[in-house]
């Protein structure tokens, strides 16, 4: 079965501290794997797919096929990071698997 | 640009009540999806459609019925809502089953007394 499992429901950070939220996937296939976060009061956006490589907001993340992981990382936190995070699998037909989430909070 | 729009943003609902959320997109997305947000559980699909008329399963499908006559519309039934039922309800919609992005509404907050 497909499974999203993200360990940390909170995690509290200081401006300018490094950032690593991690996310851990069960899929037999080859999976498709994406980042979507929550601003407070905002609807749910994409962030990173794993298959463009990209930056975006400075994080990254790498899918690591060996030990089934996707972390989301940032070296340096800004407060406008703070945030809901969910990593999200495809299930097919562009349906997802959601992880329960991790609340991100960047102090000043 | 619209995008994905859902009415209404907040409903109160007795139990029993039967109720319809709505979800419209003008992007011209083949693929829509419902899903409900509860507190610490994430995000779970309810119902989903690969196109007009196409509608499956998802992981929570009890309670609730879904129909696509048209491509812009994904309406979400409650039958006769229950308080289990109260959550946030978001639908998303995509334009290809694979490596897309999924584009979500701003959600309904429903609660049922």
């Known amino acids: 079965a497909q499974r999203v499992t993200q360990p940390e429901k909170l995690l509290s950070v200081f401006k300018g501290a490094p950032v690593e939220l991690k996310c851990n996937y069960s899929?037999?296939?080859?999976?498709?794997l994406f980042w979507y976060v929550q601003y407070s009061r905002q609807r749910l956006q994409l962030l990173l797919r794993?298959?463009s490589r990209e930056s975006i907001k400075g994080f990254t993340a790498d899918l690591n096929k060996g030990e089934t992981s996707f972390h989301l990382k940032k070296p340096f936190a800004q407060e406008e990071d703070s945030a809901m995070y969910y990593c999200?699998?495809?299930?097919?037909?562009?349906?997802?698997?959601f992880g329960k989430g991790t609340m991100l909070l960047v102090s000043p | 640009n619209a995008g994905v729009t859902q009415t209404p943003k907040f409903q109160v609902l007795k139990t029993g009540q039967s109720m319809t959320l709505q979800c419209a997109q003008d992007?011209?997305?083949?693929?829509m999806s419902w899903y409900r947000q509860d507190p610490g559980m994430g995000l779970r699909l309810i119902h989903y459609?690969?196109?007009?008329?196409?509608?499956d399963q998802g992981e929570v499908p009890n309670g609730y019925n879904v129909s696509r006559s048209t491509t812009e519309d994904f309406p979400l039934r409650l039958l006769s809502a229950a308080p289990s039922q109260t959550s946030v309800y978001f639908c998303?919609?995509?334009?290809?089953?694979?490596?897309?992005?999924?584009?979500f509404g701003q959600g309904t907050r429903l609660t049922v007394v």
């Open positions: 999200a699998l495809n299930k097919g037909y562009s349906t997802l698997t």
């Open positions: 459609s690969v196109g007009a008329g196409i509608t």
């Open positions: 998303a919609s995509s334009y290809d089953r694979r490596n897309t992005e999924a584009f």
């Open positions: 992007m011209n997305h083949e693929y």
């Open positions: 794993h298959i």
């Open positions: 899929y037999s296939g080859s999976p498709e």
